[in-house]
């Protein structure tokens, strides 16, 4: 049990080192604006898993944090011998993939938001932390808001050195009150800027 434990702590790290690890509205919306196509999810999951690793089931196994055999038992055309992976191990497996789909369409968006910026889409309570009934003051609200390159260079930093999504969402905060309130830096000095309780978050590149 020991050793399965560590396998699959070491496949989540080798799956954190490739793109990070998605998590929160924020980080779901990310990488979503990195992909062209959809992740494959479920028995397309394993098909792409297979291929990308060349057919290797060693290979897959270490990856998913599973033994050799069990992934034998998953991919075998005997129906008396073929077993479905769990709940818990599709969930692996839909993450290794996530990790290893389209890395160069990734590595392209990437480069073209912090070349050009992006268009955030989301509906989040946001505002000044003005006093109540100000026309500013933090209300559940749905943004469109262009952000510049600069800003998709530090929200990438901050998520490659680890950031979770609180720390993202600060960074949100402060490119959204200077374009949304402050008019580019004109205005709204000294207040606080709340971005909180996003139900969504997605984000337009190119």
Same mark, same amino acid.
């Given at each position: 049990?020991?050793?399965?434990?560590?396998?699959?702590? *070491?496949?989540?790290?080798?799956?954190?080192?490739?793109?990070?690890?998605?998590?929160?509205?924020?980080?779901?919306?990310?990488?979503?604006? $990195?992909?062209?196509? %959809?992740?494959?999810? *479920?028995?397309?999951?394993?098909? &792409?898993?297979?291929?990308?690793?060349?057919?290797? =089931?060693?290979?897959?196994?270490? $990856? +998913?944090? +599973?033994?050799?055999?069990?992934?034998?038992?998953?991919?075998?055309?005997?129906?008396?011998?073929?077993?479905?992976?769990?709940?818990?191990?599709?969930?692996?497996?839909?993450?290794?993939?996530?990790?290893?789909?389209?890395?160069?369409?990734?590595?392209?968006?990437?480069?073209?938001?912090?070349?050009? /910026?992006?268009?955030?889409? =989301?509906?989040?309570?946001? /505002?000044?932390?003005?006093?109540? *009934?100000?026309?500013?003051?933090?209300? +559940?609200?749905?943004?469109?808001?262009?952000? %510049?390159?600069?800003?998709?260079?530090?929200?990438?930093?901050?998520?490659?050195?680890?950031?979770?999504?609180?720390?993202?969402?600060?960074?949100?905060?402060?490119?959204?009150?200077?374009?949304?309130?402050?008019?580019?830096?004109?205005?709204?000095? /000294?207040?606080?800027?709340? &971005? =909180?309780?996003?139900?969504?978050?997605?984000?337009?590149?190119?």
């Amino acid at each position: 049990m020991a050793a399965q434990t560590a396998v699959r702590e *070491g496949a989540a790290a080798r799956v954190a080192e490739c793109w990070g690890v998605y998590v929160g509205e924020i980080g779901h919306g990310i990488e979503r604006a $990195l992909l062209t196509r %959809p992740v494959p999810t *479920g028995a397309s999951a394993l098909r &792409f898993l297979m291929r990308a690793e060349k057919g290797s =089931t060693k290979h897959v196994a270490r $990856l +998913v944090g +599973v033994s050799q055999r069990t992934v034998q038992r998953w991919i075998t055309d005997r129906p008396e011998m073929r077993r479905r992976p769990s709940a818990a191990h599709m969930e692996r497996i839909d993450e290794v993939v996530r990790a290893r789909w389209q890395p160069r369409v990734r590595v392209r968006q990437r480069a073209r938001a912090e070349a050009d /910026g992006f268009v955030i889409h =989301t509906r989040a309570r946001f /505002g000044f932390a003005a006093p109540a *009934g100000s026309s500013d003051d933090p209300r +559940v609200r749905w943004i469109t808001q262009y952000l %510049p390159g600069e800003v998709a260079r530090e929200l990438f930093a901050a998520r490659d050195a680890g950031a979770g999504e609180q720390q993202q969402m600060v960074i949100l905060a402060r490119a959204l009150g200077h374009a949304y309130f402050r008019d580019g830096g004109r205005r709204g000095h /000294g207040l606080h800027i709340a &971005f =909180t309780d996003v139900e969504f978050a997605d984000f337009s590149i190119g």
